[in-house]
């Protein structure tokens, strides 16, 4: 079974196409960051005119290299939400033609739900069930995962994702765009213990986050007349070592909560090699292990969503005929848990 994958929910533009028999046969992707670089965070407008420009290309670029025409797929796999509206739109559009024109299906894919998936692509993947920790520019959630489609929430930000706290955090640093890499690039240059920052919901005796009080504490300090921009390092590495110690305390949480003894990170922020570092070492005193995705698979990627849509379809999963355009900008992961949720 071969499947096109689209993804398309913010500032990547990515296609793939995965076989269920011989894995990964080819992938194209196009980063945004220069574009939106000049204006310190995502446009989405200019998000969405990329999409148009790029994408046709990236297909035939990823099916050359594949050596498929279009006739050769079995589905079309497409991002329909979380995202930006606009953004989502494209590829949808661009997925449900494609498929229509190809007389094949097209199959709405959960945005998250390829990121949750997307270390099974490993040589050692893990086994269901898992704990899975999502850690996104957007979305910090705590899942237990015990199949495909089926998830149950067990924890999330009640304000910032960790991804907007770090790149919120770069900007009051005076950091560019992205400013999550870069925040993690200045605190390895910086010595930890200067500032004392709180720990939001560390305490709180459920799995929940807060980052936004952490995010303020940066500014407060930065906006002192006693600040000096020499302890810029200083201060990214205690904010990293903040929110590192909140992720791991809620993930070991999460799995003792469980009974579980995986947990799947996953996600642009599970990149960090800090926060890698600490979760493994954590995990090891539990008895536990941590299973992350190949590091080009944490930012968004067409290979996720063209493997998320192949379970789908190799579980028994119909798509709806007719070449709706079915985006959902705001979609919450835990109604893929229900089988009819999944076919909305």
Known sequence: MKILGIESSCD?????????????????????????????????EL?????????????????????????????IAYTAGPGLAGALLVGASVAEAMALAAGIPALPVHHLEGHLLSPLLSDDPPVFPFAALLVSGGHTQLMR???????????ETQDDAVGE??????????????????????AVRGQSGRFRLPRPMLHSGNLDFSFSGLKTAVFNIVSSPDWQTEWAADLAADFQRAAIE????????????????ALVVAGGVGANTALRAALDAALRRLGARAYYPA????????????????????????????????????????????????RA
Not at 15 to 35: C, E
Not at 145 to 155: F, H, I, R, T
Not at 172 to 180: E, Q, R, T
């Open 47 to 75: 998000a969405s005119r990329d999409h148009i420009r790029l994408l046709p290309a990236l297909i035939r670029q990823t099916l050359s290299e594949a050596a498929l025409a279009a006739a050769d797929l079995d589905a």
């Open 246 to 261: 909140v992720l791991t305390s809620k993930a070991l949480a999460a799995l003792e909560q469980t009974g579980l003894r």
């Open 295 to 342: 590091p080009a698979l944490c930012t968004d990627n067409g290979v996720m969503i063209a493997f998320a849509g192949a379970q789908r379809l190799m579980r028994g999963e119909t798509p709806q005929g007719g070449a709706a355009i079915r985006v959902r900008p705001r979609w919450p992961l835990a109604e893929l848990a229900s089988p009819a949720a999944s």
């Open 145 to 155: 995962v015990a199949g495909v489609g089926e998830y149950e929430l067990l924890g």
């Open 12 to 44: 990547e533009t990515g296609v793939a196409i995965y076989d269920s028999r011989d894995g990964l046969l080819a992938q194209a992707l196009h980063t945004q960051v220069d574009l939106h670089a000049l204006y310190g965070g995502v446009v989405p």
């Open 165 to 186: 706290a770090f790149d919120k955090t770069a900007k009051i640093l005076g950091l560019g765009y992205p400013g999550g890499p870069q925040l993690a690039a200045l």
